[in-house]
Nanobody, 130 residues
Framework: QVELVESGGGSVQAGGSLRLSCAAS????????VAWFRQGPGEERHEREG?????????????ADSMKGRFTISQDRAKNTVTVFLQMNSLKLGDTATYYC??????????????????WGQGTQVTVTS
């Protein structure tokens, strides 16, 4: 059974930084991937946007184009538990959203596809102010 615990959201001025953490236990399969998605204000669940993701075993990563160069995903692995970090720099007003951690089984080409993910966290709010 996979369990997810997210932390690190908050409010920050535009241009600032935040780091999100997701502790995922029960991650043990060779194709497991961990990702961050976000859902903006007023958006529905099906509109969640893939932000960044990592394949647990290989360390391969994927980013949405608008996040490249600003966001960095990394992981810290232990037995059956992986903690995934999302370092967010140069935050913009448009980055305001609820950020969700998710675990699934992926290939490199499908890292940011929501349908690949079976387990979702409760979400953590990120608010960027002017």
């Amino acid at each position: 059974q996979v369990e997810l615990v997210e932390s690190g959201g908050g409010s920050v001025q535009a241009g600032g930084s935040l780091r999100l953490s997701c502790a995922a236990s029960g991650v043990a399969y060779s194709r497991n991937c961990v990702a961050w998605f976000r859902q903006g204000p007023g958006e529905e669940r099906h509109e969640r946007e893939g932000v960044a993701a990592v394949l647990v075993n290989s360390g391969s990563t994927g980013y949405a184009d608008s996040m490249k160069g600003r966001f960095t995903i990394s992981q810290d692995r232990a037995k059956n538990t992986v903690t995934v970090f999302l370092q967010m720099n140069s935050l913009k007003l448009g980055d305001t959203a609820t950020y969700y951690c998710a675990v699934g089984t992926c290939l490199e080409w499908s890292l940011l596809q929501p349908n690949e993910y079976n387990y979702w966290g409760q979400g953590t709010q990120v608010t960027v102010t002017s």
